[in-house]
């Protein structure tokens, strides 16, 4: 009676359950059979602001979950210094998807790969850890894997399905398979991590893995105990796609975990474009495969964009020697991935021609408008001070380093960025002298106060001395200044080699005329990632005017600009026509946001996006640029209601 009575009231209610019913080759969600349609967003991507804007176009085209990493980088930026606010607020993005009526799918790696920096792993792990092994069962690198679940797993379980929540599913690394050698080791470590998540998460949450659709892949990236899945793009036979799961997982459901909509870009070659029709068309196969049970999620739905020093490299470890870097990519700011979203959150043709289809599979609703965008048009820029000045001005003792030889940037508290060295040569070294560098990471830039840069080195070229002259270091000052510019950590699946070859800055000794240079000090330039160590040094300077712009000097230094106080409403595109290379902030002083690197000589971005409210707000906002290379005679930067992601690109700039 008092059971009756209480379901009567509403008190008992079903148990919710999520699990795979590997009888029926479905998903079984409370008892029925069920087939998720998911599009992949990042929260970590998108402006918090734009969260619902974002998740109701998802939904509006008919799509039933969202699927998202989780970056252990994002929060966990500095060695136990957790962020699960503002950008980072994770849990309040996977409760505004159930708000919507949307499932959720999270994929807390710890490896991501997904074009951030390092693969989502943060860049301290490489300071004071030498014989770090990455994505292996390895001492140092398990107990700091522990450490972070033990924060981010418990948090997840009020948020799983069973218990009132949206999460139905959980990825446990990420294309594992790929990840060599495919031994003893690489599947202790994968079975270390599964047993870690089952602690934490329960054995009801269904856990699973992704890799390519390969059988050599699919092998390796899967043990017993976690459901394996594939990825796959656009084009050729769906049969044998899911053929390879298949033979991985011969009863459940088939899953496509990641169907490329587009594909990722780099600095320096072409935008990748996939032809929305071919892409529909082998949205369709899936959607319709299996007398339409086939799960899928789209990679991307919206890619959003990397913002920050947060966008990774591409590394070419399969060409490289042990002793030295592999060549680097670094990927663009832009994260669009020809997307059916914009990277601005816009609704494209692809947009309507997949929700149109969806149509047939799922209910869809009217999408919320476009939001508006600002074309103010040209913006003049004024010089500031240049890096030198500004380095000479700092006396913060975690922003002002001393040491006897250069240390790497991670090793000294910062984990991307820039960083300026600083060396005594006058009364040294005999001059003319011959620089020569050891390895670096990634890109560099040699200058006196008197010549300015007098060499340019990447580590996508062969490594070439250079000479310092007396004329060179002048009469007042005699040092040589270094700065390193991060163009961000590989996040390609072979993290695999020693740690200094994934440290950023000087990773070595640097010599003149064959003696090894001493006494360094080091400029932390980037040591905060939301706020930059730019920005705290600014209030020491209090006037520019005596400053002289080095544009017109032997070489040129790397300079700040900055605009007057502006008040635009709406998203708008700044284009950097005539400026070389560099990264753009906007906002007041301590309260800037960092839009990301442009460079429009290497292309094929041009144009950087800035959200609504960044650039004004009751006391308005500024712009400000670091330029490394070239600056334009009119110092004007244009903003437009026009993105350009796919100019003109030079390959040589690298």
Sequence with gaps: MLVVILCVLGVVSAAREFTIDYQRDCYSKDGECYRYIAGEMHYFRIPPQYWQDRLEKLRAAGFTTVQTYIPWNVHEPYEGQYRFEGSADVHHYLSLAQSLGLNVIVRPGPFLATEWDFGGFPGWLLKDRP??????????????????????????VPLLYRNGGP?????????????????????????????????????????????????????CGNIEGLYST?????????????????????????????????????????????????????????????EKTASISMYMFHGGTNFGYTQGGKGDWDN?????????????????????????????????????????????????????????????????????????????????????????????????????????????????????????????????????????????????????????????EGDLWILVESNGHSNTGHVRYPAYLYQKGLVGNVTANGEVLEDWTAYLLSKYSEQDSFWVTLPQITSHDNYTDRATTKGFIPTLYNSATLNITGDTFIRTDGWGKGYMWVGPNHETHLLGRYWPKAGPQQTLYCPDGWLGGPKGAGLFLLELEQVPRNL???????????????????
């Design 131 to 156: 014989s770090i092994e990455f994505r292996r069962n390895e001492t140092i690198f398990m107990a700091e894997i522990e450490r972070w679940y033990e924060k981010l797993l418990p948090s997840l």
């Design 167 to 219: 999460i139905i599913t959980v990825q446990v690394e990420n294309e594992f398979g790929s990840n060599k050698p495919c031994d003893e080791s690489h599947f202790a470590y994968l079975t270390t991590l599964r047993d870690i998540y089952r602690r934490h998460l329960g054995e009801e949450t269904v856990l699973f893995t992704v890799d390519g659709d390969s059988h050599r892949l699919a092998k």
């Design 230 to 290: 594939v990825n796959f793009g656009a084009g050729g036979a769906v049969s044998e796609k899911f053929a390879v799961q298949r033979k991985q997982e011969p009863r459940g459901p088939y899953v496509c975990s990641a169907f490329f909509s587009g594909w990722l870009d780099h600095w320096g070659h072409p935008f990748n474009k996939v032809n929305a029709e071919k892409m529909v068309d082998s949205l369709k196969d899936i959607l319709e495969f299996a």
């Design 320 to 476: 490289k020697t042990t002793d030295a870097y592999p060549e680097l990519w670094g990927k663009m700011t832009s994260y669009d991935y020809d997307a059916p979203l914009s990277e601005a959150g816009d609704t494209t043709w692809k947009y309507q021609l997949t929700r149109k289809l969806i149509s047939n599979y799922s209910k869809v609703y009217e999408p919320p408008a476009n939001t508006t965008k600002s074309n103010r048009g040209p913006i003049q820029m004024y010089h500031m001070f240049d890096l030198i000045t500004l380095c000479t001005t700092m006396t913060q003792p975690d922003l002002v380093i001393k040491s006897r030889y250069p240390q790497p940037m991670e090793q000294i508290g910062q984990n991307n960025g820039y960083l300026m060295y600083r060396v005594a040569l006058k009364n040294v070294v005999q001059l003319p002298a011959i620089i020569e560098l050891p390895i670096f990471g990634d890109r560099y830039y040699a200058m006196t106060r008197t010549s300015g840069t007098i060499a340019v080195g990447s580590r996508n070229r062969p490594p070439r001395p250079f000479t310092v002259t007396a004329g060179d270091l002048g009469e007042e």
């Design 636 to 654: 004007t930067v244009t903003l437009t209601d026009t993105p350009q992601l796919d100019g003109l690109y030079d390959s040589t700039q690298l």
